[in-house]
């Protein structure tokens, strides 16, 4: 009996031994199992994160290349469009001296000038001077281009001069609160960016006497200002004005060499343009655009400086 109970503690002993080495042979199985998994898993967020990497770098060099596309686009937008200004600017000075005639030196000159446009009646007048085949200056008002950029971009290329009348003809304004210098500037930096002429020529409006201080003169002196008025005043601008008292005005003062005629954008001043034309032609003179390397002092004051 006593063997027989040793023999059945031994194989009980074995089985618990057997069981105990199985269960450690499957828990290093289980742990290698795991340990590849963590290795498999570690490989594949690597290999992911290198992946983003990647394709973050790329993405990073796509957005730097368009970038800089961009940033070269911008350089070069500018340059083209200083470009096509110059263009303009060139094409607006080969219209002109094809449309400019020689003066012969002993010939009486006129200017026509018109002040307060661009209007709605700015392209009739046009026609009526290409028609004739001659050219005016134009004395423009700020507030007015925007409204009528297309006549004034015609005016300039069909050999007319423009130059600035204000931005708006307010005497207050401009003269008794000191804005004549800043308004002109205004005017003169639309006109150019309209056209792409650089003029410097302005009229006072109602004339540069009395309103033109000694110290607006001097501030339009140190600004390269040059201010014309005028020496026929053909009073179309008055309400009681027609064709008929115009035309009058012109053949009454016209009677120097050298005449610089006042004119606005009036009806009566269209309607009586062709017959003006035609009387200073009979009496001899040849018409001039404004020229400024040819700029001659004319103001109330005779300031030569101006």
Same mark, same amino acid.
């Given at each position: 009996? #006593?063997?027989?109970?040793r023999?059945? $503690?031994?194989? +009980?002993?074995r089985?618990?031994v ?14 290698? +199992?795991?340990?590849? #998994?963590?290795?498999a898993?570690?490989n ?8 983003? &990497? ?6 990073n ?7 800089k596309?961009?940033? &070269?686009?911008?350089l070069? $937008? ?5 470009? $096509?200004? =110059?263009?303009?600017?060139q ?15 002993d010939q ?7 002040? !307060?446009?661009p209007?709605a009646l700015t392209?009739?007048?046009?026609d ?15 507030k007015?281009?925007? !409204?009528?950029?297309e006549?004034v ?5 069909e ?10 003809h ?5 003269y ?13 930096s +639309?006109?150019n960016?309209?056209?792409?002429e650089?003029?410097?020529?302005v ?8 309103g ?6 001097? !501030?339009?002196v140190k600004?390269?200002?040059? +201010?014309?008025?005028?020496n026929?005043?053909?009073? !179309?601008?008055?309400n009681?004005a ?7 005005? &012109? ?7 050298n ?6 954008? #009036?009806?009566a001043?269209?309607?009586?343009? /062709? ?10 003179y040849?018409?001039k655009v404004?020229? /400024? =390397?040819?700029h001659?002092?004319? =103001? ?7």
């Open positions: 009996m #006593k063997s027989h109970k023999k059945q $503690k031994r194989m +009980i002993k089985a618990i057997s069981l105990c080495a199985v269960f450690l042979i499957f828990s290093l199985i289980y742990h290698l +199992i795991g340990k590849l #998994k963590e290795f898993v570690e594949v967020a690597k290999s992911a994160e290198s992946e983003q &990497v990647q394709i973050k770098s790329s993405k060099s796509v957005k730097q290349s368009t970038a596309k961009s940033e &070269v686009g911008e070069i $937008k500018p340059k083209e469009n200083n470009q $096509k200004s =110059n263009l303009l600017e094409q607006n000075k080969i219209n002109q001296s094809k449309n400019r005639q020689p003066i012969k030196q009486k000159v006129v200017y026509l000038t018109f002040d !307060d446009g209007s392209n009739q007048i046009l009526v001077l290409n028609r004739e085949k001659i050219h005016a200056t134009f004395f423009m008002i700020g007015n281009l925007y !409204d009528h950029q006549a971009k015609r005016a300039v290329q050999g007319n001069y423009i130059a600035a009348h204000s931005m708006t307010n005497y207050n304004r401009l008794k609160q000191g804005f004549f210098v800043s308004e002109m500037e205004q005017t003169l +639309i006109l960016h309209l056209t792409g650089n003029t410097r020529l009229r006072a409006p109602y004339g540069s006497r009395p033109l201080s000694i110290k607006l003169r001097n !501030d339009s600004a390269g200002l040059k +201010i014309w008025d005028w026929v005043d053909t009073h !179309d601008w008055e009681t027609n064709a008929s008292t115009v035309v009058n005005e &012109v053949k009454k003062q016209a009677t120097k060499n005449e610089v005629i006042l004119l606005h954008e #009036k009806q001043t269209l309607d009586a343009l /062709p017959e003006i034309i035609s009387y200073l032609r009979v009496k001899g040849a018409f404004y020229n /400024p =390397n040819e001659f002092s004319l =103001n109330f004051w005779n300031d030569r400086r101006l």
